[in-house]
């Protein structure tokens, strides 16, 4: 039998049966209800259910062959005081981060959460506590593109553990308050970029240089070199690699120095400026490897 421990999920959820039963839901009842008694050859889990009560058992059956095999083991993993039932249909109970975010909204102690989501399918999360992971991100826009990347993939990867993404934003409008300029220079236009000062954008390439202050990262300012033949009179950085992640806390971030691929640094995982979803992908299941207990902390 596989460990169950904190944030599992069934994967598939096809191997998690219901089943209503007319026993009392404790263990010994449960094992004498269930030795020998055929089940699915794809049955790992049983939430077994009398009245209003539920409780989770693991079983081992004698051969995974035939469509049906008789039930050679019962570990009994939860009762009716321990498991929470959520009915939630919005819920892909194939996914770990919609399966905690649902359990925990509830409001109920758990620690186990049969959840029945869309199309009525039924799966269960142990003892929920999603990795947070910071996404460093320029603002505006809002909300940003990679903060909206990272909500995609933990929205379908079925892979991933549960994931709260936090954004940490690192905000033009502010650090252009900051700068106190007369002039600004942003490496792009976007949406929400609203200045009292006057604004050029280095991507349009304004044909003369003017005294402004470069809001731009160091790929900027070779881009200011290449056409005006020298750096910015002033510059403020905004590569999200200055952002420090506190506690080497799991961080995503972009960078444009980087051109495709990702790329590892320490508790950090930075994708391209023009990341894709796979590139994003990629990231977050590292973060999420490298923030996984040993198998010395689980025991």
């Not at 996914?95 to 186990?112: D, E, F, H, K, V």
Request: contains cysteine; proline residues 10%.
């Amino acid at each position: 039998m596989i460990e169950v421990g904190p944030n599992f999920i069934s994967r598939p959820y096809r191997e998690v049966s219901v089943q209503e039963v007319d026993v009392p839901l404790d263990p010994a009842s449960l094992r004498r209800y269930l030795m020998g008694r055929p089940v699915y050859r794809r049955t790992s889990f049983m939430v077994l259910v009398h009245g209003g009560d539920r409780a989770l058992v693991q079983v081992d059956k004698a051969s995974t062959d035939p469509l049906f095999s008789p039930v050679t083991r019962v570990r009994y993993l939860a009762g009716p005081g321990q498991v929470a039932f959520v009915e939630d249909p919005a819920v892909d109970t194939g996914n770990a981060t919609q399966m905690a975010r649902a359990a925990l909204a509830s409001g109920r102690p758990g620690p186990i959460y049969v959840v029945e989501g869309m199309f009525q399918h039924v799966n269960f999360i142990v003892a929920p506590a999603p990795l947070t992971v910071r996404v460093v991100e320029v603002i505006p826009p809002e909300p940003p593109k990679l903060l909206e990347m990272a909500r995609r993939v933990v929205d379908y990867d079925e892979d991933l553990p549960p994931i709260e993404l936090d954004l940490v934003p690192v905000d033009l409008r502010k650090l252009a308050a900051e700068a106190a300029a007369d002039r600004y220079l942003f490496p792009c236009r976007c949406a929400g970029l609203e200045l009292d000062a006057p604004v050029d954008f280095l991507d349009a390439c304004p044909p003369d240089e003017q005294a402004w202050t470069l809001i731009g990262c160091e790929r900027s300012r070779q881009i200011h070199q290449a056409f005006y033949g020298r750096d910015p009179r002033r510059r403020v950085d905004i590569c999200p690699r200055t952002v420090d992640a506190p506690g080497g806390a799991p961080t995503l971030l972009k960078c444009c120095l980087l051109e495709r691929g990702i790329e590892s640094s320490g508790s950090r995982l930075v994708v391209p400026w023009g990341a894709n979803l796979e590139e994003v992908r990629q990231a977050l299941h590292e973060l999420a490897r490298a923030a996984a207990p040993s198998p010395s902390e689980v025991a």
